[in-house]
């Protein structure tokens, strides 16, 4: 089955910083704020810091009276030469750095309303235990009275109901009093020189700048400060019907493999325009495009009519059905949350008319090593020249006729791409080689009106 990337349920697999690549749980990078603890961004232009090294004079600590040369460490950046020192940042004696962090006045006022949200969500799954256990309750009774349970089972019931009394009412730690914001008639007004002297905007900071440091938001140039380095991700895809794998990559933020890797590109022919071509409306026109094969198997392709409502109505279908199966293989139980996809809506608008050519034509196997080899195996197909514009290796060229309708700005012409895929993992029970059919849409270019 050919999934769209853009609708498959992503899973966070590492979180690590791009500079220093050092792993961290998820637990540690929110509580740092999803930022390294090491590594620094420019403030005025975001490139990564770097630590310099220098030499000052300092005073001896054994005689007073002179002076003895010792190495510091500054932060300073590449791409714009800003520096630690045009803040007045002191220099640091070991690499590892130590720069001193920008207290922010809201500090306990933030913390109160991270409390506050804590409590409230704290509170709100309290009450949902709450409903399940009397909804428990309340069936249970109903089976006692339709099916007469004994004594035994009813002191049974009642010591169980001890453990899902759960209320909100008695513990202090669940609740949480927040005084509210009140808007004030009176706000700070202008400095007494903002008309008086000229702006220096070399000295005011960007939008961009300011938006980097959302809890202090410098409005000047001397006030910009280092900024942690935001941390990255690894992710991995997961099938929407199945739940299989479709792309999971390695550990280690430092490598570039994947342990899964069953993207399209591997299996699917390739499709791609050779040049772009002059359209004229209502104007039939050549266009190339050329098929490219990655798989090591030789391949028949056929191209045929495209009918978009067609094939939004067997997508809708399909999914539909998927989605059945899937909620009713589900335990239903309280454990299970089961949540519901929206699906993008597809904006397949043909503005161009296309002839495809007729028959079936072959795409050679993928071979690394045919550009080396002196002999042609291009006299080894029967080609249409009509269709096939021309052959090299795994690639094939093929024409199309383009005509693009009235009051068109883009020609957009699309068909079904029918091809024979050979299943290397199949099982003996499974056909080797099956036919999929995908659809191809394609942006021919701009169509002249003139």
């Avoid at 002297?197 to 000295?203: F, G, M, Q, T």
């Avoid at 990559?249 to 390739?270: G, R, T």
């Avoid at 067997?314 to 009713?328: F, H, M, R, T, V």
């Avoid at 589900?330 to 495809?356: C, F, G, K, Q, W």
Wanted: proline share 6%; glycine share 4%.
């Amino acid at each position: 089955m050919l999934l769209d990337g853009r609708r498959r349920p992503r899973q966070v697999d590492t979180l690590f910083c791009p500079n220093c690549l050092e792993n961290m749980p998820s637990t540690e990078a929110r509580l740092k704020k999803n930022r390294c603890a090491n590594c620094f961004d420019c403030p005025s232009c975001g490139h990564t810091l770097s630590t310099r090294a220098t030499s000052i004079q300092a005073p001896n600590p054994d005689d007073s009276s002179k002076t003895v040369a010792r190495k510091v460490y500054y932060l300073a950046c590449t791409g714009c030469r800003w520096t630690s020192r045009d803040v007045g940042l002191n220099d640091q004696t070991v690499a590892t750095g130590g720069w001193a962090e920008q207290d922010n006045e809201h500090y306990k006022y933030l913390q109160s309303l991270l409390e506050h949200y804590r409590s409230v969500a704290q509170r709100e799954k309290v009450e949902r235990e709450r409903k399940r256990s009397s909804y428990r309750k309340s069936s249970y009774l109903s089976l006692s009275e339709k099916y007469s349970l004994s004594p035994s089972s009813m002191i049974g019931r009642k010591s169980l109901s001890s453990f899902s009394s759960l209320s909100s009412k008695g513990d202090p730690g669940l609740t949480s009093e927040l005084t509210p914001c009140e808007a004030e008639e009176e706000v700070d007004g202008l400095p007494d020189n903002i008309f008086t002297e000229d702006i220096i905007l070399s000295a005011v900071t960007t939008m961009d700048q300011r938006m980097a440091s959302p809890e202090w938001q410098p409005e000047e140039t001397k006030a910009l400060y280092p900024l942690h380095k935001h941390i990255l991700v690894k992710r991995s895809l997961r099938c929407r019907y199945c739940e299989h794998n479709l792309s999971k990559p390695e550990y280690n933020p430092s490598s570039v493999k994947f342990k899964i890797q069953l993207s399209a590109f591997y299996h699917v022919p390739e499709v791609r325009m050779v040049r772009q071509v002059e359209l004229k409306i209502e104007k039939e026109t050549n266009v190339q495009i050329s098929l490219c094969n990655p798989t090591p198997h030789d391949m028949t392709v056929a191209l045929l009519p495209f009918v978009p409502e067609a094939y939004i109505a067997a997508l809708q279908k399909g999914e539909e059905q998927a989605a059945e199966a899937a909620a009713s293989s589900l335990n239903t139980s309280s454990l299970v949350r089961v949540v519901e996809i929206p699906r993008e809506e597809d904006d397949l608008v043909l503005t161009a008319d296309v002839a495809l050519p007729q028959g079936q034509f072959v795409l050679s196997a993928r071979d690394d090593t045919a550009e080396y080899d002196d002999q042609d195996s291009n006299s080894n197909y029967k080609d249409d020249p009509q269709v096939v514009a021309w052959r090299r290796a795994n690639k094939v060229g093929v024409n199309l006729l383009v005509t693009p309708k009235k009051d068109t700005e883009r020609a957009v012409v699309g068909f079904i791409l029918r091809y024979d895929y050979t299943n290397t993992v199949a099982t003996a029970t499974e056909s080797r080689t099956v036919t999929l059919n995908m659809p191809v849409v394609v942006d021919v270019g701009p169509v002249d009106k003139e």
